[in-house]
């Protein structure tokens, strides 16, 4: 199973060049790669998988078959990170020698449809996380994990400022450890 920007849009080359690869999720894939899972684990994927929105794969004639796309995930907020099951001692910022999570606030860009990225076209609407929340996990993954270095990974942290703030202030008055 593959998934991101690339298999996405992409997924026939994919299968081309890896054959090995049984699907790929399109999209959001956290509710897509459950409901996949959920079906292979059923031994049903190969007779659910047209009804599974937001995948691709090769049928039984050879042939590639791209579901609809799935809608996007309106709250993110209901996505529970599940990095705090890794083993962390392998994510290492080598530079720094400290441990490391990229880490999504958003979803999407908000002002650019450029011909050249892909990014609007992928998360396909703007959508944020509840900065308090977000503050919350940072908080988790650095006193329960010991992780020293964030990657704030997302297109426009910045766009909507009130938010962007609020996700400043809840990191200054944690005052987290540093590690």
Not at 24 to 31: A, F, L
Not at 38 to 53: F, P, V
Not at 129 to 158: H, N, Q, S, W
Request: net charge neutral; aromatic share 12%; glycine share 6%.
């Amino acid at each position: 199973m593959l998934g991101g920007i690339h298999p996405t849009f992409r997924y026939t080359q994919v299968f081309s060049e890896a054959p090995w690869t049984d699907y790929i999720v399109r999209g959001d894939g956290e509710e897509i790669a459950v409901a996949l899972l959920q079906s292979i684990e059923a031994g049903m994927h190969r007779k659910d998988r047209k009804r599974i929105w937001g995948i691709a794969y090769i049928d039984d004639d050879g042939q590639v078959v791209a579901t609809p796309a799935r809608p996007v995930i309106e709250d993110l907020d209901t996505l529970t990170p599940d990095g705090f099951q890794l083993d962390w001692d392998k994510y290492i910022y080598t530079p720094l020698n400290r441990r490391v999570a990229p880490y999504r606030m958003l979803r999407a860009v908000v002002l650019l449809t450029c011909r050249f990225c892909s990014q609007w076209k992928f998360w396909r609407k703007y959508r944020h996380r509840d900065p308090k929340k977000f503050v919350d996990e940072i908080e988790t993954l650095v006193c329960g994990y010991k992780v020293g270095f964030m990657i704030l990974a997302g297109e426009e942290p910045t766009i909507f400022q009130k938010t962007f703030v609020a996700l400043c202030e809840g990191l200054i008055k944690r005052d987290l450890p540093l590690y």
